[in-house]
């Protein structure tokens, strides 16, 4: 079982260090065993026994590539059909409400953007009046009365919000594109700098953010007061170095992290002020990636090295409510470039 190989703690203690609390540590390595060539971008986690997940597959095959569900139930992955007749192409989110009530969007392969809703039995399309073709959904988050996704509309980022029946947009003044959406929050970019929007009495407006030019966010998670979001900077060389912002209820700031040249992509938390991040680190890429907040304290937990698996990069993290733990999916990228689908587990251990 692979170990916590880096910490940084944010500020210096005058005494001895006290004793560690209980950490995870990586556990095991499964797949939702999905056709060749596929990946996982999202997954969201009711209990330890109800699991979602979405993707793609048939990554490389134009025509056959497809948008994939897949279903936890305590035992084992199952594939959820996607009842649609012209079906969907890759799925970027999911969100599950309860075992009967899961969203997820991503492309459609009539040119819209797709959004299904469904359950163990399968999704179904949600058509959603004033829908255009070019319109592009990338994030999602669902609550039993509402449902709002993110995404681009003509260069701007654009905000789906559907409640009580009816569905409304609204678009951003900024240029670029949304990603990712959790509470009052939703993440992004404008092409040079991070972008945040925020809800107050029904209507989103950018936030105030530290200056970083070349900076991206790609998921956020709200926690109580507070919130992360998670993403890069592009630098004029090309190199892309990891991005973190915390919000303690008054401002973002830039977090202090761990030197590595990490991408970092998901990011989770279970309710406690403690958060997991999934990524990938080039310098360790047979290896799982996790980042772990705590207490003002980083931690990189990395997975078994498998170096004739290839390259694992994980998308996306839920926490399991209850347990404790967090399964975060992706693909594996083999010598040959193929893709599969992974499930990488992370349980809690203690620290000595």
């Known amino acids: 079982m692979a170990t916590i190989i880096s910490g940084l703690p944010v500020v210096g203690v005058a005494h001895a260090e006290p004793a560690r609390p209980p950490i995870e540590a990586w556990q095991r390595s499964t797949s939702v065993r999905l056709s060749a060539d596929s990946s996982l971008t999202d997954v969201d986690a009711l209990s330890a026994d109800e699991v979602w997940a979405v993707g793609q597959q048939q990554i490389w095959d134009v025509w056959e590539n497809r948008g994939a569900v897949g279903r936890w139930n305590g035992t084992a992955w199952t594939e959820v059909p996607i009842r649609d007749v012209a079906g969907a192409g890759p799925l ?8 009967s009530q899961v969203w997820a969007l991503g492309d459609g392969h009539d040119g819209l953007p797709y959004l299904g809703r469904g ?15 070019g319109d592009w959904l990338g994030g999602l988050e669902a609550r039993t009365d509402k449902v709002v996704a993110v995404g681009s509309r003509d260069g701007r980022g654009l905000l789906l919000i559907g409640q009580d029946g009816k569905w409304t947009f609204q678009e951003t003044k900024e240029e670029g594109a949304l990603y990712a959406v959790s509470g009052s929050f939703a993440v992004g970019d404008t092409g040079k700098a991070p972008l945040i929007m925020r ?89 799982a990636y996790l980042l772990r907040y705590e207490k003002r304290r980083w931690e990189i937990i990395r997975g ?40 990488e587990a992370f349980a809690r251990s203690s620290a000595k």
């Open 199 to 287: 809800q107050s009495d029904g209507e989103w407006s950018s936030m105030a953010l530290p200056s970083i030019p070349g900076g991206y966010l790609r998921d956020v998670h709200v926690d109580g007061k507070r919130a992360m979001a998670v993403g890069g900077v592009y630098s004029q060389s090309g190199v892309v170095t990891p991005l973190v912002l915390t919000w303690n209820g008054k401002r973002w700031t830039r977090a202090e992290l761990p030197s590595s040249r990490a991408r970092l992509y998901g990011v989770t938390g279970d309710g406690k002020g403690r958060f997991w991040i999934s990524g990938y680190d080039p310098d360790h890429e047979a290896e």
């Open 92 to 99: 970027r989110a999911v969100s599950a409400v309860s075992a």
């Open 304 to 343: 078994g090295p498998d170096a004739a698996r290839g390259s694992v990069r994980l998308q996306a993290v839920t926490h399991l409510p209850g347990t404790g733990g967090v399964w975060a999916v992706g693909h594996i990228v083999d010598a040959n470039d193929r893709y599969t689908d992974v499930v």
């Open 119 to 133: 359950d163990a039995s399968g999704l179904d399309r949600v058509r959603v009046p004033g829908m255009r073709a």
